[in-house]
């Protein structure tokens, strides 16, 4: 019988321990500073969130596809939008829009005590589901629906991210961030796009322009 290095390498190495450990330290390289976010990227099985046929390629820095015309973002993007959402404080609630593959739902119910997820897919949408079940993050409710119109139900939330881009910060959303609130989306179109800051202040709203960033679009309705 084969003994197997640890819970989730299949055999041949590709997603080992070391192999997560390497993606942490090219993060680290990168500028992404927070033990925390560090930890739970390295500690998450990244090659659970793509197809089988890209495991050997989930502990790489890259965006891969997911189908649907979509893609997992790169882990590196993952790991600064949320070290971006949590700088000031944890939030305890985050509305998430754009489930995609789940990962970054994973690293939001790994950091805060609840997650809410809108998806407009329904196909990825319950693969996403699944993901969280398999690892037991008990925290995360999911919504098939438009993410641009928020969800108001479990409103106002501490902490919103976007994970697709809108041309402007949706309405909804704005309304839907608590007093104190951070939002972290990708903003704009095609190769103009950039990764922004919105914090609900007393009087108004804060905008901070954080870096350039590759997001698929926002889209409207639900399919
Ligand atoms: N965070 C995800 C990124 C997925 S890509 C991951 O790491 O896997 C962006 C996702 O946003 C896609 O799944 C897309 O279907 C979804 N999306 C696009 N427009 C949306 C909208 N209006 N409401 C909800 N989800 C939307």
């Not at 990168?30 to 390629?57: K, M, N, Q, T, Y």
């Not at 699944?130 to 108001?152: C, I, S």
Request: glycine share 10%; net charge positive.
């Amino acid at each position: 019988m084969q003994l197997m290095r640890d819970d989730f390498d299949p055999g041949i190495g590709m997603t080992s321990k070391r192999t997560r450990e390497r993606l942490v330290a090219r993060l680290r390289q990168a500028g992404i500073g927070s033990p925390d976010v560090l930890a739970v990227i390295g500690a998450l099985p990244r090659h659970l969130f793509v197809d089988e046929a890209l495991a050997s390629r989930a502990y790489e820095d890259s965006a891969l596809p997911i189908g649907y015309g979509q893609t997992i973002s790169q882990p590196y993007t993952v790991a600064r939008m949320t070290e971006a959402l949590l700088e000031s404080a944890t939030p305890d609630t985050v509305l998430e829009i754009g489930s995609g593959s789940g990962f970054q739902t994973a690293v939001l119910a790994s950091l805060v005590r609840r997650v809410y997820s809108v998806e407009r897919l329904q196909e990825l949408l319950a693969c996403a589901q699944e993901r969280l079940r398999l690892l037991k993050k008990r925290n995360v409710r999911f919504m098939h629906g438009d993410g641009a119109l928020g969800w108001r139900e479990y409103a106002p939330y501490q902490g919103i991210m976007v994970t697709a881009a809108p041309r402007g910060v949706p309405r909804a959303l704005a309304e839907q961030l608590a007093p104190g609130g951070v939002m972290v989306l990708p903003m704009g179109e095609g190769t103009k796009q950039m990764l922004v800051r919105v914090t609900r202040t007393r009087g108004g709203f804060k905008q901070e322009v954080l870096e350039a960033v590759s997001f698929v679009p926002l889209l409207s309705g639900v399919s």
